[in-house]
């Protein structure tokens, strides 16, 4: 056994920890929902003497990227006890739980920053924006009456599976396909969120909002329509809500904000706000089951640099019919060169890599640079999920 992993009888010192280094009041509740994600993570510490002084989880989670999916593990409350800082705890926890990642077959790894610079040491890099959108209530649009659907209203906690289906089909873009597990422990941690359920005049549910309030707040959480009526339904909804709710919110995991689908696009504030970062694990599981946007691909051999030393290759690729041929080829010239977190950007659609080039990020010829960018995804990828 990995000797940094804690067992089940080092949840105490793990909460105490938690609840010190992220100044949380201790609550009932919260225990319960930390003890949730510790039972189902591994989760990883160093002892300094009698107490704790660094943890952090790892959680294994799936993703679905363009309709394949991925093991990717989740690297979430990073810390160490003030009197333990500086001495490269939570370092040696990230580098282990990568390793690890590794041997047990798992090809990515997201994490929520403190710091971009600090995990960037990591091999991490940003590839997923959020889009905060604030509008005054004297500001939401006018939207028309329909007799088409109606609006259902329920607690969180009643959410059907109709609910879930439409989220699976409407979340590919690199999002989680969220384990029963992991639902639950959404319901537990947001109890007070309530829901709004889109729904035909065949009884078809279409659609659903998330949300809670804060005090002249309605913010909105979750968003997933299958059809104009479904937005049209839930957007009524929402602006109903004009005489209660001073401010509405919502941030979206689309960071292209349709501004000019509004009457007026002045009268929303758009923030664009850096999310959650990356890392590709496993290079060769990662390129092998890729989503390739183009069938044909002569051979292009390219150098990544990573501390990763499974990653750290030359590597050659070529594309005939669709069926990839992904090789370590060390030794052989490169016809470009980059490091892990540009290719993550790449591979992800967060950047192509022709911008990258432009931005003297990538060394090589112009036309394999071209000739490899053909072949990945275009479209930003999406995450609604923190941990």
Do not use: C
Not at 184 to 189: G, S, T
Not at 231 to 251: A, D, N, P
Request: proline share 3%.
């Amino acid at each position: 056994m990995n000797k940094y992993l804690l067992d089940e009888n080092k949840f105490d010192d793990f909460y105490d920890l938690y609840l010190y280094s992220f100044n949380r009041q201790p609550s009932q509740q919260r225990k319960n929902v930390l003890k949730e994600r510790y039972e189902q993570s591994l989760v990883y510490g160093i002892m300094n003497g009698k107490k704790l002084g660094s943890g952090l989880f790892s959680i294994p989670f799936e993703i679905n990227f363009h309709g394949t999916n991925f093991r990717m593990n989740g690297i979430g409350d990073v810390m160490s006890a003030p009197e333990f800082g500086g001495r490269g705890g939570a370092s040696t926890l990230l580098k282990t739980a990568l390793t690890d990642m590794y041997h047990n077959q798992v090809t990515l790894s997201y994490l929520a920053p403190f710091s971009f610079g600090y995990y960037r040491q990591f091999g991490y890099e940003q590839v997923f924006d959020h889009t905060k959108i604030t509008v005054k209530n004297n500001d939401l649009p006018r939207v028309s009456q329909t007799d088409q659907g109606y609006i259902e209203r329920i607690n969180i906690k009643d959410i059907s599976d109709n609910l879930k289906k439409i989220y699976f089909e409407n979340n590919h873009l690199g999002g989680l396909v969220r384990s029963k597990w992991w639902w639950d422990h959404m319901l537990d941690k947001h109890s007070n969120y309530q829901v709004a359920l889109a729904f035909d005049n065949q009884r078809t549910l279409i659609g659903y909002l998330i949300y809670y309030t804060q005090e002249d707040k309605f913010i909105i959480h979750e968003w997933i329509n299958m059809s104009p009526l479904s937005r049209q339904l839930l957007l009524k909804f929402v602006t109903k809500h004009q005489s209660i709710f001073s401010t509405f919110i919502y941030e979206s995991p689309d960071a292209d904000f349709k501004a000019d689908v509004l009457s007026n696009p002045y009268s929303a504030r758009v923030e664009v706000i850096p999310y959650m970062m990356a890392r590709i694990v496993n290079l060769k599981d990662f390129v092998s089951r890729y989503p390739v946007q183009k069938m044909q691909l002569a051979k292009i051999y390219f150098r990544v640099e990573d501390s990763l030393e499974w990653n750290q290759h030359t590597w050659a690729l070529a594309i005939n019919d669709g069926i990839v041929d992904f090789k370590i080829a060390d030794g052989h010239k490169a016809d470009l060169e980059l490091d892990i977190q540009d290719l993550t950007k790449a591979m992800f659609g967060y950047r192509t890599l022709n911008s990258l080039a432009e931005y003297g990020r990538i060394k090589g010829e112009q036309d394999k640079i071209s000739a490899l960018n053909q072949i990945f995804v275009k479209n930003k990828p999406q995450l609604i999920d923190y941990f």
